[in-house]
């Protein structure tokens, strides 16, 4: 093996590359090939590579039928270094990191680029302003190699760079395969749901029907698309609401909430996953979302357009696996609880994330006398900030039980208060305390979702707010992070372990999907079995690597179905 080398591409379809010693330095002359893919497809011993950005190099390859094993993803790197520093928000684009190491005026990051629906070619074009000479990028990947060996735990940080890194293959990867979707099922379930369209581009037939008994029963003309409308409608029937939230209006008496519940639901699927979406992002029969690893501050992934990481459950009808095949789709089973108990060191924790069980029913005997929602209440609310009323008084059982769990979170909470940055545990780190106003400005995602159940990015998203400067809103987010950020890179060792395992053992298996803590593979059926084992295998890979040795499981709710909808 050869370790590591640089490659940048060329106009014209060329690469200049280079060996690396150690220090991140040339160890041997430029070269320049006429044929990026047969720079590297010549190379097949080079155990990582190094570029400006997988989202510029990568998908050329992919396209060449080129895969790559390890890579080293300079700017994703210079987003983890900045927020390790204190600095997130800065630009992280290699020209910035590069003006930064000359002491040079530091150019913006380009805006975000628009995902082109269903095309294979939006990645292939790197965003403007962002090029550098290749041996600038060179020198600033030697700097970043200092930058790691700077950090809290040089090695934790350095695990969580290549983590990120693997996660933009597996991420470019997913968008050339695409999730296999039966668009003549999508428009089926779009047909039974709405209703037929009406000509000229209006609501279908259930929505408008729908929007007319909220009109009727408020005696009125109402628009339930447009919020204010429907909390000025509520205000004279006299009924007070604060906004339109499903678990708001379902603690109202009136007879307004059904449909108007009812054509939120049809309204969500007609604008997010409707007839046009179906044209704009469905060809040859797959899904192609383009991923975002690292989207948001904790780590988490977004897309680029699509909505892939929202689809409704009954639009995952059309999620149908090709003849033959099998989707294997894995839930990771009390995913954040279960890294709670690995990053605290808790041994009452630990012993009861041991095994593969329901957590919470164990955590259930041990603490709250057999009573399952109440311990999992009290320790949701341990980690989101949850603790008014009786989550004061499930919080309290809890601490005696499981001091160090506790006070990890209760730990991460006050520095948040008091201004200070937390890190995950391989050195992923929270924003500094700022206004909302600016993180918008300086380009920080946030998490999106409310603070009802069922209204955030997941079932416990963290708390929106996190980026005012109100002290108790920032700990109460950065109590959150240090525990979803954690299962974050956890995930991302899960998915590096599964794209190795499938390769290694040469199945045909392909990785189609992932969010937060679930994945999907897409697999001949004979093959399922031997999946089902890799995932599991790649969660407990990725709980050592990530945690260490602790005695805490990652396991999985594992279906094998022809449909997605099918699995849990």
Known sequence: MTGRWALAPLEGGGAHLVPLGRDGLPAGPVLTERDLAEAVRSRPDVVRWVWRSTAEVYPRLLAAGVRVERCYDIECAEQLLLGHEGRLGEPRSAAAAWARLRDAPVPPDPPPRSAEPGSQSSLFDPPSGTDVPFGALLQVYAEQLRRHDAAEHPGRMRLLTAAESAGTLVAAEMKRTGLPWRADVHRAVLDELLGERYAGGGEPRRLAEAA?????????????????????????????????????????????????????????VWTAHGWSWLTDWVREGRFRPEYQPGG?????????????????????????????????????????????????????LMEVAGHDGDLYTALSDRAFQGDREHAKLALLGAVYGQTSGDGLKNLAALRRRFPHAVAYVDDAAKAGEEGRLVRTWLGRTSPPAAGAGEYEEAGIPQETGGTGPGESTGEYGLTPGYASSDSRARGRFTRNF?????????????????????????????????QHDEVIVHCPADEAPDVVEAIRAAGELAGLTAFGPTPVRFPFTTAVVERYSEAK
């Not at 919020?227 to 906004?243: H, W």
């Not at 009954?314 to 095949?325: E, K, L, M, T």
């Not at 989707?327 to 690995?342: F, I, K, S, T």
């Not at 979803?484 to 999907?513: N, P, Y």
């Open 296 to 348: 948001t501050v904790s780590g988490r992934w977004t897309t680029n357009g699509g909505g892939a990481l929202q689809i409704p459950r009954v639009i995952r009808r059309a999620v149908v696996a090709d003849p033959g095949w099998r989707l294997v789709v894995a839930d990771a089973d009390q995913m954040e609880p279960r890294v709670l108990a690995a990053v605290s060191r808790d041994r009452g």
């Open 482 to 514: 240090v525990v979803q950020g954690s299962a974050a890179d956890w995930a991302l060792l899960l998915l590096a372990a599964l794209r190795g395992t499938l390769a290694a053992q040469g199945m045909r298996a392909e990785l189609v999907f992932f």
């Open 212 to 268: 007319d008994e909220v009109s009727a029963a408020f005696g009125r003309r109402v628009r339930p698309d447009l919020p204010a409308d429907v909390v000025k409608a509520f205000a004279q029937a006299g009924i007070k609401v604060r906004s339109t939230r499903r678990w708001e209006l379902e603690a109202l008496d009136h007879p307004a909430v059904e449909p108007l519940i009812r054509y939120k639901k049809l309204y969500r």
